[in-house]
T-cell receptor, first 114, second 114 residues
Framework: KAGVTQTPRYLIKTRGQQVTLSCSPI?????VSWYQQTPGQGLQFLFE???????NKGNFPGRFSGRQFSNSRSEMNVSTLELGDSALYLC?????????????FGPGTRLTVT | AQSVSQHNHHVILSEAASLELGCNYS??????LFWYVQYPGQHLQLLLK??????LVKGIKGFEAEFIKSKFSFNLRKPSVQWSDTAEYFC????????????FGDGTTLTVKP
């Protein structure tokens, strides 16, 4: 089975712009989660989607949003980019949201905001 | 709210030395526990997981971890490290009711000297 794929892998944007990142989960996985990884804050949970519904949201401002499509693919959007949004954004998928399932991580999208 | 604490930020060992990385978590309910590894330039990979049953779990590449419920701990061990184990190691916790919302520790960077 193909793993979790994320596009693009690298992105450079300027402050004030917006960006959309894409994630394709492993085939058959219906839960998709997003995380932000920075040297200072480590891995922080952004949000989780299951069956096109956001189930959980982390402690991030409203500029961070996401959605999931009927084929389980997911996108996250960051509007009005700030320098502090520079990070590695990781997507993870799992078969279901219930306990007893593990997450599989993609390679991430490296976002640099200048 | 759940939290995860990893005791060591940076560990330096010589090849063949034994490894133990500490992980403690805080959560009021039943949890699933994970150790992930991130090799330089690669994405997060699952080392091992604990859902239930035998508290001593074995993972890939000779790693094992022991869940001690009374101490809220899930320490990672390897009897003899190799240079190729140089990586960053993350402990993670998910509530048993929600596989998609992981809380990660800050990570431990392991450097193995040949």
């Amino acid at each position: 089975k193909a793993g979790v794929t994320q596009t693009p892998r690298y992105l450079i944007k300027t402050r004030g712009q917006q960006v959309t990142l894409s994630c394709s989960p492993i085939s058959g996985h219906r839960s998709v989660s997003w995380y932000q990884q920075t040297p200072g804050q480590g891995l922080q949970f952004l949000f989780e989607y299951f069956s096109e519904t956001q189930r959980n949201k982390g402690n991030f401002p409203g500029r961070f949003s996401g959605r999931q499509f009927s084929n389980s693919r997911s996108e996250m959007n960051v509007s009005t980019l700030e320098l502090g949004d520079s990070a590695l954004y990781l997507c993870a998928s799992s078969l279901d949201f219930a306990g007893g399932y593990e997450q599989y991580f993609g390679p991430g999208t490296r976002l640099t905001v200048t | 709210a759940q939290s995860v604490s990893q005791h060591n930020h940076h560990v330096i060992l010589s090849e063949a030395a034994s490894l133990e990385l500490g992980c403690n978590y805080s959560y009021g309910g039943t949890v699933n526990l994970f150790w992930y590894v991130q090799y330089p330039g690669q994405h997060l990979q699952l080392l091992l997981k604990y859902f239930s049953g035998d508290p001593l779990v074995k993972g890939i590449k000779g790693f094992e971890a022991e869940f001690i419920k009374s101490k809220f701990s899930f320490n990672l061990r390897k009897p003899s490290v190799q240079w190729s184990d140089t990586a960053e190691y993350f402990c993670a916790v998910t509530p048993n009711t929600n596989a998609g919302k992981s809380t990660f520790g800050d990570g431990t960077t392991l450097t193995v000297k040949p």
